[in-house]
């Protein structure tokens, strides 16, 4: 069976500055791995390669087994991506933003698709008010249905869940749980929270400077530093190695 | 390529026009008052010029061309800068969109623009000043044409360059067409340059079009080799566009510049 992304021996640098150094992992189906790092230490660098929009230095990323960088815009139909800090037209209604993305991943019976999308994320309330005049866990659930509108074999996620209210938090990560066990998607999660991370990730890659410096699951990594939980762990990690 | 994709960019930036009636205003707002201003200009000029004389329309007529050129280039820009402004790049280029239907589908929307911006204004010139662009006839259609692609060259120039340095770049993105203006020997004769500047500006398609404008309402002939002329340096600028918008989408992702876009 293809695995939905494997990364091999990654390697981005610019000028003289290496921003990634010789990491290796996959994603395989139906499963949701963390990337965990201080800032700086290369996450957003790993997920930008991995979308194609940048050029890594050396090393291999392979979407369902075929190296982006040899069909980038064929691949790009199975990969989607959510981050605080990229945002959809703030002029544009919630629903004239989904039929342009939807148009954009040229999704059949998009009618049908933005129903479904509305109704899964709760999204009628105002599916038909400006964008840019939503609050911030509307919007954040507004580019969530945006991220899967052509339900993507690799979802990448960036902090999803940042400067949200608890409340709103845990409802994108209830369906992000829900969502994964009904499409089987492979997700890789970049965050800060460390509690999100333990409740969804199967297993961690811990970066810092680049490299990848430790990995296993929540409860490994927990165990193998002798912590309570993975933030502490990640103190650990990163404090030592500063 | 595909056409859904195609008008989906498209959806997007009409559904940001349809949407604000500002935005409407500010499409129409100048160019009606360049040509507003061109046209009293105009007036004076065929009255107290022996060279104008009997040819009342001929600067308004250059300055409503200018305009095309202008506009076509400014609306292609634009929709560019919009998508840095709305922290929107991002999404762009991660959608499987291929940069021929990027291009395709931003010329189209530019087009749009452009119309809605000057149809008013050239519709204001009859009864203003008793002057008509449409009395050029069909070679207006080739000249619109033949402005319109080097507009849009122009806006390739600019928007590989905000592709490939971000957003420091869009002063130049506003100030590159004022560059070309007096080079592009809009309202006199290539004569008036001084030696130096006549040979750069022979290497600019604007010259052979507003050269022929000028011939066609002093003259009422069409000279096809100026219309020659103008295709083949329209052509050649506009492969070199293309190939530079590829080049600074490859250089982009090298340096990263399409990751930190909207800052």
């Given amino acids: 069976m293809t695995i939905p992304l494997q990364i091999i021996d990654l390697s981005k640098a610019y000028d003289a500055k290496e921003a990634v150094r010789n990491i290796s992992f996959k994603v395989n189906e139906n499963e949701i791995i963390g990337i965990l790092g201080p800032n700086g230490c290369g996450k957003t660098t790993t997920i930008g390669m991995i979308l194609g929009l940048l050029k890594p230095t050396k090393g291999k990323i392979l979407i369902n087994g075929i190296e982006i960088e040899k069909q980038r815009v064929k691949l790009l139909n199975n990969l989607n991506f959510i981050s605080p800090y990229i945002e959809l037209p703030k002029k544009l209604t919630v629903k004239q933003n989904l039929e342009v993305y939807g148009r954009l991943y040229d999704i059949k019976e998009l009618r049908n698709k933005i129903d479904y999308l509305c109704e899964k994320l709760r999204l009628n309330e105002f599916i038909n008010k400006i964008t840019g005049e939503l609050s911030s866990g509307q919007k954040n659930r507004v580019s969530l249905a945006k991220s899967i509108i052509n339900d993507p074999s690799v979802l990448l996620l960036d902090e999803p869940t940042a400067s949200l209210d608890p409340e709103t938090g845990d409802f994108v990560r209830s369906f992000l749980e829900e969502y994964q066990k009904e499409k089987r998607t492979s997700i890789l999660l970049a965050s800060h929270n460390m509690a999100e991370v333990e409740r969804l990730c199967s297993s961690v890659l811990m970066m810092n400077k680049g490299s990848i410096i430790d990995q296993g699951t929540p409860q490994e990594l927990i165990k193998k530093h002798g912590r309570r939980n993975m933030e502490e762990v990640f103190l650990k990690l990163t404090r030592n190695l500063i | ?263």
């Fill in chain 2, 1 to 263: 390529m595909n056409l859904n994709k195609m008008y989906g960019l498209f959806l997007r930036h009409f559904y940001l026009i349809k949407s604000s009636l500002p935005r409407v205003l500010d499409l129409i707002y100048w160019p009606t008052i360049q040509i507003i201003l061109w046209g009293f200009i105009s007036k004076f000029f065929s009255i107290y010029s022996d060279f104008y004389n009997n040819t009342l329309g001929i600067i308004l007529t250059c300055a409503i061309l200018y305009d095309i050129l202008f506009r076509s280039s400014i609306s292609f820009n634009m929709l560019f800068l919009e998508e840095i402004w709305s922290r929107n790049f991002t999404n762009l280029f991660i959608a499987p969109l291929k940069l021929k239907e990027i291009i395709i589908s931003l010329i189209f929307t530019a087009l749009i623009r452009t119309l809605i911006g000057l149809v008013p204004a050239i519709i204001l010139t009859s009864p203003l000043f008793g002057v008509s662009i449409l009395k050029l006839g069909l070679p207006l259609l080739i000249l619109f044409l033949s402005l319109y692609i080097f507009g849009i060259t122009l806006g390739l120039f600019v928007s590989s360059g905000l592709m490939r340095f971000g957003p420091s770049f869009e002063n130049i993105a506003w100030s590159s067409l004022f560059l070309l203006a007096p080079l592009g020997c809009i309202y006199y004769p290539i004569e008036i340059l001084p030696n130096f500047f006549q040979i750069i500006a022979k290497g600019l398609p604007l010259v052979y079009i507003f050269d022929e404008t000028r011939n066609i309402l002093l003259n009422g002939l069409v000279n096809y080799e100026n219309i020659k002329q103008a295709y083949l340096l329209n052509l050649i600028y506009l492969i070199f566009g293309i190939g530079l918008f590829y080049l600074s989408f490859l250089r982009a992702r090298v340096k990263g510049t399409l990751m930190n876009m909207g800052e």
